[in-house]
């Protein structure tokens, strides 16, 4: 079992950085895939970026490619997701997720736990 509970999100102007933290229990989180994703108002849940569970792999969405950067420290057992250059289409809940695995996955139901999510502002 995996909870993962999300936090670092706020309001920003364009142009701006946040950093997310997706702090995860369990001491198998190593053994864990890590993902992030992200839902706006009115729209469908989309991919983010991925990081396999070793840090060596990770995967971007082409929205986001050159901005935004996924880690993970599996001492701390949390991952991260660094977005600079931020945009008012950047602005939505941002979800951490879980997949048991050792790549990475772009997938939704590839993963296996979920965070409650927290929100990100983008000001124009």
């Known amino acids: 079992q995996v909870q993962l509970v999300e936090s670092g999100g706020g309001l920003v102007q364009a142009g701006g950085s946040l950093r997310l933290s997706c702090a995860a229990s369990g001491r198998t989180f190593s053994r864990y895939a890590m993902g992030w994703f992200r839902q706006a108002p009115g729209k469908e849940r989309e991919f983010v970026a991925a990081?396999?569970?070793?840090?060596?792999?990770?995967k971007y969405a082409d929205s986001v490619k050159g901005r935004f950067t996924i880690s993970r420290d599996n001492a701390k057992i949390t991952g991260y997701l660094q977005m600079n250059s931020l945009k008012p289409e950047d602005t939505s809940v941002y979800y951490c997720?879980?997949?048991?695995?050792?790549?990475?996955?772009?997938?939704?139901?590839?993963?296996?736990?979920w965070g409650q999510g927290t929100q990100v502002t983008v000001s124009s």
């Open positions: 997720a879980a997949a048991y695995g050792s790549g990475w996955y772009a997938q939704q139901q590839e993963y296996d736990y």
């Open positions: 990081i396999s569970w070793s840090g060596g792999s990770t």
